[in-house]
């Protein structure tokens, strides 16, 4: 099983370039069998550029993941703060194996009429 995430696109580049070894969320899906996850830039590019496989979920105390992350994180610790701002759980998922496609895709190769919030199960 994968999921479909939306990345913003100075993430998704650092993703595929390789200094951004985590991708952070504020929730998790709670399926146990996603391995894949496949990557959505959000607007202005709103393509399906490629996935990278779970290598790792690290969840905790906010600090105490910033701690674990922060020198492979790809984004600045006020950015960090700011999204989990008032939270006191985050998740971190990181990085393994990448792959960008050589022809982006749409939504609809995947029967997915609209981005999500947060993610969506792809079969």
Do not use: C
């Not at 008032?86 to 998740?91: F, G, L, P, R």
Request: hydrophobic share 40%; glycine share 4%.
């Amino acid at each position: 099983m994968r999921v479909l995430l939306s990345i913003k696109p100075e993430f998704a580049e650092k993703i595929f370039n390789g200094t951004k070894k985590y991708e952070f969320r504020k929730s998790i899906f709670k399926r146990a069998d996603i391995k894949t996850i496949v990557v959505y830039v959000s607007a202005p590019v709103k393509q399906v550029v490629g996935e990278f496989t779970i290598a790792d979920i690290l969840a905790g105390d906010v600090d105490r993941i910033w701690a674990e992350t922060s020198r492979s994180s790809g984004i600045s610790h006020k950015f960090y703060l700011d999204y989990f701002n008032s939270k006191e759980k985050a998740y971190a998922i990181k990085i393994g194996h990448t792959e960008r496609f050589r022809k982006p895709r749409t939504l609809q190769d995947y029967n997915i009429d609209r981005a999500p919030q947060s993610f969506a199960y792809i079969p």
